[in-house]
């Protein structure tokens, strides 16, 4: 079975705006041990916005190949 380079390339681009919703989930589950706090919501906001602009990036980054 062989993969195209390009298909590769958008599976690694697509993980890091993964990575980078969890990375905030994380962030906001740590910053408390009393549970989820007010900033910590607003970091859970903030990990799906970063996660909607990179994927958004991203789809137009491969609108122009």
Do not use: N
């Not at 900033?39 to 996660?51: L, M, N, P, Q, S």
């Amino acid at each position: 079975m062989s993969v195209g380079r390009d298909t590769i390339r958008e599976a690694l681009l697509a993980a890091v705006g993964v990575v980078v919703f969890i990375a905030f989930l994380v962030a906001a589950g740590t910053m408390s041990p009393d549970g989820l706090t007010t900033t910590g919501a607003y970091t859970i906001i903030a990990g799906i916005v970063a996660f909607i602009v990179t994927m958004a990036a991203i789809g137009v980054f491969f609108l122009g190949d």
